[in-house]
């Protein structure tokens, strides 16, 4: 087994002003690279510190990855704790400067010192091409293990990454012959973890080879059976079947193009040559964003409506006077009227509409933040469903635009009851 | 200088399937408390690498939070390893027993032995209530050190640290006299990094008590000001100074409210009582969506209109077929024809639109993927302005919607020429 070690320099992460993603990527990255991540660690902008923390992941990783401090400014001391970590200089790299040269050229900036320091690379490293910003990633080999220094942007990371490590981490994998990781991922939505746990432990407690792992997000949980790659001829059979035992017991809730909601979603509904509109109060947009993320979106997603004033209910997708002052904003009637009405207004196959009570003001006792109705429309009915979620804003906004989008994909999918 | 570490278990943050943002909301909230966040470190769900990484950690910390591994299902195995680590037995809590039984009562639903299996807690710790989950965190005093372990769903870990271990923590600093950290954050909307650091990075060389940090994100960034609290009243001065003259260096670029771009923007409008109304293609409801992110947001957001397509821009928004055919939907004449009608639809203060090639596909030779352009609509004018961002679409989502807000903000608060 290969192993790796993320590092994640910079005191914004450790103080919380940033999150940090990058770790996540890579993790994601080297996992389907079949490299087992054993640490993430995240220090200090701090040179001592950096040394140290490369000095020990080293002894038990073959992989060691750093992100963030190769910026312009004075506080980015990446380069020169890693120069002093392996006893060498920082010197010019001349492909580097070049690029920097013509970067600045093509945008018709002035190139200023402060720029050109960039350039700098400890003497035993090459320099990777940053495609997408200024400063190189560097990659040094020692003692068989590899070294890579990343930018703490998450593009220009991910675009060296994309680029150049996997090249280099996978031409390092053919040398060597170990065990791998490999993990097989169901994912489910519109139930909750316990009733799965409930539904399918008894496998977990029959199969020792495999672990189980649930992971629970707003848009649903994911399951994970993990098995090292040796063992596979053994078992494949075992693992086959435990995959198809676990899709029986959840059938109606599981993902079955085996991609996030989202992505399954649009996939199903071009595959039907489907469209939608929709009509948001609560959630402002979100569900509108969430449909438009992937490339693609303008085949199923044709546009919407975001009703977050009563006055823009009526004025533009006409909800009556009377539903408003008889029922509320937050009601099965104004759902219906949402729901129905964006898809007729835009034409579409589909109409889907949000209207509750995000919080954390604005609760009754009859209807207590967290109430939320959600409206589907289609030409031949239009419902409305109540949930009442959570006290929290962004947990009910998040959870609405996903119970949407579940209810919806379930109901083309596997024909459930509204 | 009370030191703190923060361990997060759980293999899908190694291989970042789950992205990590508890460990950056617990640096923010300890940071707030005064307490240096000193190492970050993420690991398996391993018992032998839990009980491995707190007794390191535990030699160079005072406090130590785990986040993880404490829910109903089997991957969940921090309370054995924290039993283990302090060599004591997991015993049944009986005020944890009486919440499940009654959280599951209120909830109309069946206990089961796995959830009773979350009143079990190491001997020597206390619960920690957890009033909007099942399972509750722990805490352990040992050797004038603080462990507290708590579950990875941020709403539960939010909720138990808020409701019981900053207490702990105020109380433990009150018994112990050292230094604190205090940052000082100041932040700026439309400039990049390097155009700050020409600016101002003398002000770094000039002043060696001081820590200049520079956090570049989407919305803007950040400048930190860094010092250690037992000099502050010998650099009381100094720092005063320092913040006044970065200020002056970067005047229409400051954001007033010291706060992040989207507050600043709903604080500095309704204190004028104004109000919006969006107009998006590319950013598919992003904006809306950032205008609704904060409670209170209704009194500046009035509702919006996603033109995904060509027909909906036509339809919702009588955008010209002339325009769409002589100009393109993304052009400067569709920007202001959607700035200007969805401000007169809504009848706002002002009209906020965004249309523009997100890709990775639909650029061309003359409008490149990244072209985007930004209307500002009041009733005396309506403007354009066009940007060419990035290759990425989530990048070019991000940065269209913070660039609007950014646009509009400065123009009003420092009538910036558009």
């Given at each position: ?17 940033t ?8 993790g ?20 001592e ?9 080293s ?26 970590h ?31 320091e ?53 031409d ?17 939505t519109g ?38 790659n ?32 989202n992505?399954?979603?649009q996939?199903?509904l ?19 964003k ?9 085949k ?21 006077k ?24 835009l ?7 949000i ?19 959600i ?30 989008l ?13």
């Amino acid at each position: 087994m290969i192993n790796a070690a993320i590092i994640a320099i910079g005191d914004e992460l450790l103080i919380g002003e940033t999150i940090n993603t990058n770790s996540a990527w890579l993790g994601q990255e080297l996992t389907s690279l079949g490299i087992n991540v054993n640490s993430s660690v995240t220090i200090s902008d701090n040179q001592e510190q950096i040394i140290g923390t490369i000095s020990k992941l080293s002894e038990i990783n073959d992989i060691i990855i750093t992100t963030g401090g190769l910026g312009p400014t004075k506080d980015d001391i990446t380069k020169k704790a890693i120069a002093s970590h392996f006893g060498v200089d920082l010197i010019e790299d001349q492909k580097t400067k070049l690029h920097l040269l013509n970067y600045f050229k093509r945008r018709g900036r002035v190139i200023t010192d402060i720029h050109l320091e960039q350039a700098l690379i400890p003497s035993c490293a090459v320099a990777l091409d940053n495609s997408v910003g200024t400063a190189p990633g560097i990659f040094i080999k020692h003692s068989n293990k590899l070294y890579f220094n990343l930018p703490g942007v998450p593009r220009e990371m991910k675009s060296i990454f994309q680029e150049n490590i996997n090249f280099i981490i996978n031409d390092y994998k053919s040398l060597i012959t170990e065990d791998f990781f490999i993990y097989k991922t169901i994912y489910t939505t519109g139930i909750v973890e316990s009733e799965i746990a409930k539904r399918i432990s008894y496998l977990d407690d029959e199969n020792d080879t495999i672990k189980f792992a649930y992971l629970p997000s707003y848009s649903g949980v994911r399951i994970r059976l993990g098995i090292l790659n040796s063992e596979l001829k053994i078992i494949e059979n075992i693992l086959a079947d435990v995959e198809s035992k676990v899709r029986q017991h959840l059938y109606s809730y599981v993902i079955e193009e085996e991609k996030p909601l989202n992505e399954a979603f649009q996939e199903y509904l071009i595959s039907n040559r489907w469209n939608i509109a929709v009509a948001e109060s609560c959630t402002g947009g979100a569900l509108g964003k969430l449909l438009t993320e992937l490339s693609g979106s303008s085949k199923i997603f044709e546009g919407g409506f975001i009703v977050y004033s009563n006055k823009a209910k009526q004025e533009l997708l006409n909800v009556q006077k009377s539903t408003l002052e008889n029922f509320g904003a937050v009601s099965e009637q104004t759902a219906m009227e949402l729901a129905n009405n964006c898809r007729l207004k835009l034409k579409t196959d589909f109409g889907l509409s949000i209207t509750g009570i995000a919080g954390p003001n604005g609760g009754t006792k009859e209807k207590p933040v967290g109430t939320v109705w959600i409206g589907i429309s289609d030409s031949k009915e239009t419902k409305a469903i109540k949930f009442v979620f959570l006290k929290n804003r962004d947990a009910n906004r998040e959870l609405s635009k996903f119970t949407a989008l579940s209810l919806l994909y379930r109901k083309l999918k596997y024909n459930i009851e509204l």
